[in-house]
């Protein structure tokens, strides 16, 4: 019988690539997280502090359309019973976008960081042994998609962050770390992917050689019809 040990081990590309791909998740989920999206200058004084995909956080700030001059003061989940009545203007349609493109993201890179660690630790084992090339090219599907949805996040909240229909004195914030942890991760993201894409097709030639080669040892019995 054959110790666990001595059967193939995961190739260098996929650690590397599991390892970038580790990075990203971990940038992603600090800026999926944290409020600092966009924040406002000190010097500024404002009313606005500071925002995040899911947080919004006032000093006292007063919604000029909102009849009862209610304060809204402190940070709350955006979809919070303290921020019903300014919703609409706290989350446009571009928000949404942008929310549901780095969700999405999120899920299929950690869904991608599973499937590696599953190669690495090659469990279970007949099974990663038999469809590692599979897995490979399902972490790469799942990085690179993330790669491009979190392009498309940071690209629409880089190029609407600025509305004035948005947060008022647009000229009084600045995108802050939260954006910028998103930007590094999309990039670790398409490292991870082209390390993996590389990988995905080694393993595939690999696989293909092997299953000519049983065949050659193993051929098939001519079927009647042809013999006669």
């Not at 940038?27 to 995909?53: A, N, R, V």
Request: charge should be neutral; include cysteine; hydrophobic fraction near 45%.
């Amino acid at each position: 019988m054959v110790a666990k040990n001595e059967y193939p081990k995961a190739a260098n590309a996929v650690v590397y690539g599991g390892i970038l791909l580790y990075i990203a998740g971990m940038c992603l989920m600090i800026s999926f997280c944290s409020p600092y999206w966009i924040q406002s200058f000190e010097e500024t004084f404002s009313d606005f502090k500071h925002m995040g995909l899911w947080q919004y956080c006032f000093h006292d700030f007063r919604y000029p359309y909102y009849q009862f001059n209610h304060l809204f003061d402190g940070c709350h989940y955006i979809f919070s019973q303290e921020y019903y009545v300014i919703r609409e203007w706290l989350l446009p349609g571009w928000l949404i976008f942008v929310q549901a493109f780095v969700t999405m993201a999120f899920i299929l890179s950690f869904a991608a960081q599973g499937l590696i660690a599953l190669i690495i630790t090659r469990y279970p084992l007949e099974f990663v042994l038999r469809y590692e090339w599979l897995l490979i090219g399902m972490s790469f599907i799942g990085s690179i998609v993330s790669a491009v949805f979190l392009s498309l996040a940071v690209i629409i909240f880089g190029f609407s962050c600025y509305r004035r229909d948005w947060i008022m004195y647009p000229n009084f914030n600045y995108v802050s770390w939260s954006f910028y942890f998103a930007v590094i991760s999309m990039f670790f993201h398409y490292f991870s992917a082209f390390a993996l894409y590389n990988e995905t097709k080694r393993s595939y030639e690999r696989r293909r050689e092997s299953k000519n080669l049983v065949m050659q040892m193993h051929p098939e019995p001519q079927s009647r019809a042809s013999y006669y």
